[in-house]
């Protein structure tokens, strides 16, 4: 099973993006259905972090940094994780990841900048 995440991109400070992770390959949606999703992000410089998960059930959780601002979420039939980011301020500007269980996604950078 592969991840793939995208949806990062340049936005100004307030604004929202809507990353997405596909899993794909030979048993993804066993795989899927039956794994959390975490979101860790890496800013420049800086440690590797946690972000937010969604269990298989949809229960989520969030790094305080977050709360109130990032929603994770999850659609089982199409083997797919968002992290819906809302307001972001500039200290959100790192590469993301998706993973579940040993599998990681390719990251996707997030730019938050006037």
């Known amino acids: 099973v592969q991840l793939q995440a995208s949806g990062g991109g340049l936005v100004q400070p307030g604004g929202s993006l809507r990353l997405s992770c596909v899993a794909s390959g030979s048993s993804a949606g066993s795989f899927f259905s039956n794994s959390g999703m975490d979101w860790y992000r890496q800013a420049p410089g800086r440690r590797r972090e946690f972000v937010a998960f969604a269990t298989s059930s949809g229960t989520t959780d969030y790094a305080d940094s977050v709360k109130g601002r990032f929603t994770a979420s999850r659609d089982n039939a199409k083997n797919i994780g968002y992290l819906q980011m809302n307001n972001l301020k500039p200290e959100d500007t790192a590469v993301y990841y998706c993973?579940?269980?040993?599998?990681w996604g390719q990251g996707t950078l997030v730019t938050v900048s006037s």
């Open positions: 993973t579940m269980r040993d599998r």
